[in-house]
């Protein structure tokens, strides 16, 4: 049986990585077999990409070459990664897919919604996520979370863009949340990392109808 496609979205600093690496866990201890990986890159074609594109030596090129460049690394990912992944029984957990490309790439604003569609509509194709995770925090609690990982390091390609790209990206996942209700689930990321992950525990159960205890838990009762 094919696995389960679920991807988390949001902006910088939101939680994804944390929370992605928790629901692997919990899956696991339900005795699923998880591939955790993320975008772009997750495969080592994609990864080359990664660094092209973060670096910011794409970015003289202008956003739809960027765009086209993440789609690049998504096909490859698909590919290699994700799909023999799925048809294995495997269940995938990505950090970011096509949603941060519409929401990223579209709200710098440059890049036409036909192009990310054709580009979707190439590379994704019916592949579309069982679930998608949206962690919300507003703008500025996240620009400070990931300045305060980062440390003395340089900000990316994106994390170096103003507040008002941020903002406006956050309301980007919200209307993307809004227009497809039956993919999405937003989950407030403001709350202590535990209470996300049990959020988000919760959204993940009830889609895929699983016991809430772990197998070992299970076994012992
Ligand atoms: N991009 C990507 C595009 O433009 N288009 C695309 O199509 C794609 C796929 C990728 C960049 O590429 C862009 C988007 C991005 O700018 P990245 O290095 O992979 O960049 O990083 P991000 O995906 O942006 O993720 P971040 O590393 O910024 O943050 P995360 O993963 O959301 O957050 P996380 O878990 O690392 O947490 C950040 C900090 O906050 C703390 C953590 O401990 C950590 O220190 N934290 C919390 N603190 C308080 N409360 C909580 N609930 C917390 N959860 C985590």
């Not at 679920?6 to 939680?15: R, V």
Request: aromatic share 6%; proline share 5%; hydrophobic share 45%.
């Amino acid at each position: 049986m094919r696995g389960r496609f679920i991807t988390f979205e949001g902006g910088e600093g939101s939680g994804k990585s944390t929370q992605t690496a928790a629901l692997a866990q919990q899956l696991r201890a339900h005795g699923i077999d998880v591939l955790l990986t993320r975008e772009p890159g997750g495969s080592p074609g994609a990864e080359i990409i990664r660094h092209v594109i973060l670096s910011g030596a794409a970015r003289p090129f202008g956003t739809d070459v960027e765009a086209i460049l993440f789609a690049a690394a998504r096909d490859d990912h698909l590919r290699v990664t994700i799909l023999p992944a799925l048809a294995a029984g495997r269940w995938v957990i990505c950090d970011r897919f096509f949603d941060s490309t519409r929401a990223y790439q579209g709200a710098l604003g440059a890049v036409d919604p036909q192009l990310i569609r054709s580009l979707e509509r190439v590379t994704v194709g019916d592949n579309i996520p069982d679930l998608t995770i949206m962690l919300d925090v507003p703008a500025e609690t996240g620009m400070t979370r990931a300045a305060a990982r980062r440390g003395a390091a340089h900000a990316d390609r994106f994390e170096a863009e103003d507040l008002t790209f941020h903002r406006k990206l956050r309301e980007t996942f919200l209307d993307i949340a809004r227009q497809e209700p039956q993919r999405c689930v937003v989950i407030d990321g403001t709350q202590p990392p535990q209470q996300v992950e049990e959020a988000i525990w919760g959204a993940v159960r009830d889609r895929f109808a699983l016991a809430d205890a772990p197998i070992a838990q299970v076994a012992a009762s």
